[in-house]
């Protein structure tokens, strides 16, 4: 090891716990994106005009192109009696249904407003599905913003497709993640050029998909923020596979190694199936580091990703981590991540924003990755920021994005560098 590299291992540091005033969304957010992922599924939130108007800003212009969510909006009348809101629901299900005979899946989606008048969504699913089966499964899970942050509604919605799923004895391997179709594909491609079969990904496109799980299922999640759904398979009998998410080249490589020894893929037919794109993600990083190289970089907690994201920007691209916030940590999930950063790294978790906004001066980084909410403020005040949500929307997995995904980073000190020539 060179003497001046930096000492590893988060894993057993303390890390910086705080509760107070947060910037975040809610797990509402999810459905943006879990909406084009399952091809048969509609979202219905039961909620308040607040969340329509979140859902709208969220999903920005794909509003305009018939999304399958739509928000049914809590009125005072239905405050004032619960009987009323149920028989609401059933009537506004009744009409969606006979509109839209493409849907498979409801997912019942519940909010702030929901819970904290305590509308119990899950019996009216329950009810529903009795109502509607075989041609319709109405599953409700939670994205509100008391008990979920943005990504974490992903989690919440494959926890209950997970529940929901058949047992069987087969030998297989699932992914849990919803992934941008074209990484999947590639994903897909380097599993089978591992030859490995009975492959699946949750959440399953259609619901008709033949996905099943059991003592015999093998899985591994390509997000970070999955930890109810991975406990869930858990209690489900399946057996966890954990490595490096697969960011960057050498992520990609740990995490498809991960999986090619639970399955006794031997190391030279690993070797030969990842040597050229694992060369080629390497040289594509290394274009793009030259701009990242000794700069730091500060993440204000989002999307759960900032760990494994850290972990390639510190030991891939060679930037320097102050600190690193996290809205929740997995341990059993990020360890391998949290493992390989540098242990003068700063972990923190959940959010006091005003004591961080203070830290993220002190440090004064380079770089600072956060919320849209905070990203203009800060850079009024002299910083660049990295606006995270881009982190959750953009394809970033795997070899053939590693240096999409550095270009992320770099964009925003290019930018600062060109405008300061200029001015
Ligand atoms: S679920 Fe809660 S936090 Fe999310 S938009 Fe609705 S009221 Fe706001």
Redesign the pocket.
């Known amino acids: 090891m060179p003497k001046d590299a930096p000492q590893l291992g988060c894993a057993d540091s303390p890390i910086l716990k705080e509760r107070g005033q947060h910037e975040v969304f ?1 797990g ?1 957010t999810s459905i943006v994106w879990l909406h084009r992922k399952m091809q048969d599924a509609f979202f219905l939130v039961v ?2 005009r ?2 329509a108007h ?1 859902l709208q800003s969220a999903a920005g212009v794909m509003i305009f192109a018939e999304p399958r969510f739509a928000t049914a909006i809590l009125e005072e009348t239905d405050l004032a009696g619960m009987a009323d809101a149920h028989e609401e629901l059933d009537r506004n299900v009744s009409q969606l249904l006979s509109r839209r005979p493409d849907i498979k899946r409801l997912f019942l989606v519940g ?3 929901s819970e904290v008048i305590k509308i119990d969504l899950s019996t009216v699913a329950e009810k529903l599905t009795e109502k509607y089966s075989p041609n319709v499964n109405v599953i409700n899970f939670s ?4 008990e979920t942050t943005f990504t974490q509604g992903e989690d919440a919605c494959l926890e209950a497709v997970i529940r929901s799923l058949p047992s069987s004895e087969k030998t297989q391997l699932a992914v849990l993640g919803a992934l941008p179709d074209i990484v999947q594909d590639q994903m897909m491609r380097l599993l089978e050029q591992l030859g490995l079969e009975n492959v699946f990904v949750l959440p399953q496109v259609k619901f008709d998909d033949d996905v099943s799980i059991g003592a015999n299922t093998h899985f591994i999640c390509v997000q970070p923020f999955l930890g109810a759904s991975y406990e869930e398979m858990v209690r489900r009998g399946a057996q966890p596979i954990c490595a490096n998410f697969p960011f960057g080249a050498d992520g990609t490589t740990r995490w498809l190694w991960a999986i090619a020894e639970r399955f006794d893929v031997s190391k030279a037919k690993f070797d030969k199936v990842v040597a050229a794109p694992k060369l080629r993600a390497e040289q594509a990083i290394a274009a793009v580091a030259s701009d990242l190289r000794g700069k730091s970089v500060f993440f204000f907690p989002d999307s759960q990703l900032e760990i494994p994201l850290a972990r390639f920007l510190a030991a891939e691209c060679g930037m320097e981590l102050t600190e690193v916030g996290s809205p929740f940590i997995h341990k059993s999930l990020v360890y391998a991540d949290l493992a390989d950063l540098p242990a003068t790294t700063q972990i923190s978790e959940g959010q006091d924003v005003d004591k961080q906004l203070d830290r993220v001066f002190d440090y004064n980084p380079d770089l600072t990755v956060c919320g849209l909410g905070l990203a203009n403020p800060l850079e009024s005040k002299g910083l660049s920021t990295k606006w995270a949500i881009e982190l959750v929307f953009s394809p970033i997995h795997f070899y053939e994005q590693a240096a999409d995904l550095a270009s992320l980073f770099a964009r925003p000190l290019k930018r600062a560098d060109l405008l300061k020539v200029s001015t």
């Open positions: 809610c509402l909620g308040s607040t969340c979140l909010s702030c407003p994205g509100s913003g008391i």
